[in-house]
């Protein structure tokens, strides 16, 4: 993941007042302008101007500030005080990953791996991956481990995947922990395994990962590295939803309707299934349609279990075309209307 550099800690050096690094940017120390930098991207001491930020960038770059180079990268990859500009993020990024940067070195490999900026290239991709996991840098070492994982640009190995991923686990890296999480229960198979996959689920989940979330709930729900406890599922299962994780939304509906782990309530379920179908959720579209249709935990509704149904069946759900076509012969031609442009906007929206 490229780091925003928004992100980055504000850091004075020797303590100096705004005036003072001010001060020594103007007289042209190039720290003092990558520093000057930061404030005005975080809006520390100063008030908040990405514009001036990238100024001072530009300054420190251009006197081979390795860190501002890579600031300025990432300005450019995200329009940040900048038009996007994907083939100049790729510029800056390869400038301070010459000089040994290992944030720009992953930042460019990022590049490569995704073709943003620069042709497609998983083998250069890996090889500034690796540049930057052999310094120690956490982001270097996930994303490396990931290319051995899968296979891009170097031969798939899970045995060195894990080795990668496990050294930026242990830095805290959070998307390491959840994939060396998966990694472990995919080849699991003793109670050991499952308690180390749990471990990491959980290390992950506490820092607001929503997929690691999810995962360490199905790990409560079936007893898999933790003992089996339905309602410490449900927990983690409403912290993934409250981070947007759609497939924990629609299973928290599940759970509602069946009372597992919780009060059986279909009014809740129902909410549930809304927000997740509107989040893009496949199974939660064909809950929802079909409790809209048969009047649980909310009115009986033609017209919205059509919508949804046409929905479901857009995006691959196989039962849902021949629950839609049912309903047809129930509906006017301005409720058809009505639903059909509904239908049009969602599945624009989610294209």
């Known amino acids: 993941m490229k780091k925003p550099w928004l992100s980055s800690i504000f850091n004075h050096g020797d303590n100096a007042s705004i005036d003072q690094l001010k001060a020594k940017a103007e007289d042209g120390d190039a720290d003092a302008q990558y520093q000057l930098g930061l404030a005005y991207s975080s809006g520390q001491e100063v008030t908040q101007d990405y514009i001036e930020a990238v100024k001072w960038f530009k300054a420190a770059a251009s006197r081979s500030n390795l860190e ?6 990432l300005c450019y990859d995200h329009g940040t005080g900048v038009d996007q500009n994907p083939e100049k993020a790729v510029n800056w990024y390869r400038l301070a990953a010459e000089g040994g940067f290992p944030a720009a070195q992953n930042n460019l490999g990022l590049s490569y791996n995704k073709g943003e900026g620069v042709e497609q290239n998983f083998e250069e991709a890996a090889k500034w991956f690796r540049a930057a996991a052999e310094q120690g840098y956490a982001d270097g070492e996930f994303s490396f481990g990931l290319a051995y994982y899968r296979g891009e640009g170097v031969p798939q190995d899970y045995t060195k995947a894990m080795k990668w991923l496990h050294k930026a686990a242990e830095k805290g890296e959070t998307n390491a922990q959840f994939r060396l999480g998966r990694v472990i229960y995919k080849f699991a ?3 050991a395994a499952f308690k180390e996959a749990a471990k990491w689920f959980k290390q992950a989940a506490e820092q607001e990962h929503a997929e690691a979330q999810y995962n360490l709930a199905l790990c409560y729900t079936n007893g898999k590295g933790v003992p089996e406890n339905l309602v410490e599922a449900n927990n983690w299962l409403e912290k993934a939803a409250e981070n947007g994780h759609s497939n924990a939304l629609y299973e928290l509906g599940r759970r509602c309707f069946m009372g597992l782990g919780t009060t059986k309530d279909h009014v809740e379920g129902v909410r549930y299934f809304r927000v997740a179908a509107e989040q893009g959720s496949v199974l939660a579209m064909y809950q929802l349609a079909s409790c809209y249709r048969d009047a649980k935990g909310t009115d009986k509704d033609n017209i919205r279990a059509f919508r949804w149904f ?15 076509d049912e309903i047809v012969s129930l509906l006017s031609e301005d409720e058809l209307k009505k639903a059909r442009r509904k239908i049009r906007e969602f599945e624009q929206a989610h294209s």
């Open 68 to 73: 501002a180079q890579n600031a300025l990268g």
């Open 189 to 191: 198979d003793n109670r």
């Open 310 to 324: 046409s929905v479901a069946a857009h995006f691959g759900h196989k039962e849902a075309a021949g629950e839609r």
